[in-house]
């Protein structure tokens, strides 16, 4: 965009990410813009809608593993196939959950919960807040396989979510509620994370939709006011990898990825020291 005024106008969206209320006052053709420049990214489709089916009473506002595989050329990402047969209830402790940072079009973090054999998956422009007074926006997208909290690496450019992948956290969640599906169906998921860097108690709640008056569905990632609540921000705190204590920039080197677009993403301190990802 480079200067443009609808420059000024994104930068708006970006800011209102910390408030959510704020996010009501955003031109329509502000949000047009945005789900333009965010490209081929999860994020670009999440705000366009794409991925997402309205449903009077589905349990998810995303699709299954057929549209993740179609978005995908295997031959060329180094992305898993999920090939594996989804399905099955797990209600155990053991049920896992993976933040990924994404470096794309537009820098994002992919918020996915296990839950029957898939990632149930929404993407957080500005990342989790351990401010229980910040509501993050979390646009669903497309259920991913279970494999996927794994992935750490370069997509290549060109192909759907081409950039660079961080795992920045990853541990095991529990809900708070008695059944999933019907707290997912009535938009209000409470679970407890139990991860490196987030933990606590955490709640989804589905809203109207933004911008408002689309129908899109939307979600708000909120923390609950527990022990684990702080304002400090945990995205430039521990911006490093939960796997490998990469930076997105250590990442995209090491695949052949592109280093520059990868280290955009990456807060300054990151790139010239060895901050903590614990």
């Known amino acids: 965009m480079g200067g443009s ?7 708006q969206v970006e800011a209102a990410g910390n408030d959510v209320g704020a996010l009501t006052s955003v031109r329509r053709d502000t949000w047009d813009a945005l789900r333009a420049t965010a490209g081929r ?14 449903s009077k009473s589905g349990p998810r506002d995303v699709m299954s593993l057929r549209d993740y595989r179609r978005k995908r050329d295997f031959r060329a990402t180094p992305e898993p196939t999920g090939a594996g047969r989804a399905g099955g209830t797990k209600k155990t402790p053991s049920l896992r959950f993976v933040v990924q940072k994404h470096q794309a079009s537009r820098l994002h973090y992919d918020f996915r919960l296990e839950w029957k054999g898939v990632l149930l998956s929404w993407a ?29 690496g370069v997509i290549p450019e060109g192909e759907y979510g081409g950039g660079t992948v961080m795992i ?20 209000d998921l409470k679970f407890t994370l139990k991860g490196k860097k987030l933990r606590g108690s955490w709640v989804l709640v589905r809203t109207r939709g933004f911008p408002p008056g689309s129908g899109r569905p939307s979600w708000l990632l909120i923390k609950h006011r527990d022990r684990y609540a702080s304002t400090e921000d945990i995205t430039i705190a521990k911006p490093r990898s939960a796997a490998t204590r990469r930076s997105l920039a250590g990442i995209a080197k090491a695949g052949g990825g592109n280093v520059e677009k990868a280290a955009a993403g990456d807060p300054p301190a990151a790139t010239t020291r060895r901050a903590s990802s614990r």
């Open 124 to 152: 957080v422009p500005k990342g989790p807040s351990l401010d229980p007074s910040v509501k993050r926006l979390a646009a669903p997208v497309e259920d991913h396989p279970v494999e996927y909290q794994d992935f750490e």
């Open 168 to 187: 920045w956290d990853r541990g095991t969640w529990e809900p708070e509620v008695p059944e999933v599906d019907a707290a997912l169906d009535k938009g």
């Open 5 to 11: 005024p609808d420059e000024a106008d994104l930068g």
């Open 41 to 54: 990214s999860s994020l670009g489709r999440a705000l366009r809608g794409e991925g997402c089916r309205p």
